[in-house]
């Protein structure tokens, strides 16, 4: 079902299959869309224009693409994705959910078949296991993780790195873990690094966590030879998790940015993260 029906319809991207945004809960069942639905749907289109152009890049140089969104959840990007790009190519492409909740995987299987899109696949499986299953190709031109929480955001770019994908494109969330290891060892370090102000207090620890978090992985995506765009989702004002990290795989240079990332480590008494955030070197 497609055309202009209900309020707020010329808001939606044309051949956008109504049924599915009424099943993602953008529409309700009569083709009204209310405030909260429009900002949803502001912030998912918004997340596209930066996609679509890295889909269209490989397209030119693939016969396929094989994109994975790891930590699916309800596949809401995968779906929105499949349905204003996939499901024109007449090709071997296909987007895969990973999801660790049976239910939700269930779920998505449930809605792909409704929706006749054949070339949706979602998997239960962990990171480690999406990393050696069989059923994943061996080489992914995209990885998505969007709001992916604390590790899983890492989880996913080493999936990438193993995977060797083209582009990553991440929305980081919930980043909790460094900013524990932060808080363990700041007190013998206090007197020695006068850096160690910075998440002296518990708030910045948390604040200040989140935000290393993110730049520790942008030296890794550059260590391992990527080029690394920061920016910010316009119109996720309600959710302060709003950094847009993409990353281009061009074979860079990358022992200067390996060793900025040891330093850095070094420097911030994080040494016993240097497995989680890993180089080449």
């Not at 890049?57 to 994705?81: P, R, T």
């Not at 582009?167 to 808080?183: M, N, R, S, Y």
């Amino acid at each position: 079902m497609r055309g202009a029906i209900g309020s707020g319809m010329h808001e939606i991207k044309s051949g956008q299959s109504i049924d599915l945004l009424k099943e993602l809960h953008i529409l309700t069942r009569d083709g009204k869309m209310n405030q909260d639905s429009r900002r949803k749907l502001k912030q998912v289109y918004h997340l596209y224009q930066f996609i679509e152009p890295l889909l269209q890049e490989i397209k030119q140089d693939h016969h396929s693409i094989q994109l994975v969104d790891h930590g699916a959840g309800k596949s809401y990007l995968g779906f929105i994705l499949y349905d204003l790009f996939f499901k024109t190519l007449n090709d071997a492409s296909r987007i895969y959910g990973i999801e660790t909740r049976d239910d939700l995987v269930k779920h998505s299987q449930a809605l792909a078949s409704r929706l006749n899109f054949p070339s949706m696949s979602f998997l239960n499986l962990s990171v480690e296991q999406s990393i050696e299953s069989e059923i994943l190709p061996a080489k992914v031109n995209v990885v998505t993780a969007l709001h992916a929480c604390n590790t899983a955001t890492d989880d996913a770019i080493r999936f990438a790195l193993k995977k060797n994908a083209q582009f990553i494109v991440l929305v980081p969330c919930c980043q909790a873990e460094v900013a524990v290891v932060l808080k363990k060892n700041k007190g013998k370090d206090l007197a020695k690094n006068v850096l160690i102000e910075l998440w002296r207090h518990p708030i910045h620890t948390r604040e200040f966590g989140s935000h290393i978090t993110n730049v520790l992985r942008c030296l890794q995506l550059e260590a391992h030879g990527y080029q690394v765009t920061v920016t910010e989702l316009v119109g996720w004002e309600h959710s302060m998790k709003n950094e847009l990290i993409i990353a281009n795989f061009k074979n860079l240079p990358c022992n200067r940015s390996a060793e900025r990332l040891k330093e850095m480590l070094q420097t911030l008494g994080l040494e016993e993260m240097s497995g989680r955030f890993f180089t080449r070197m």
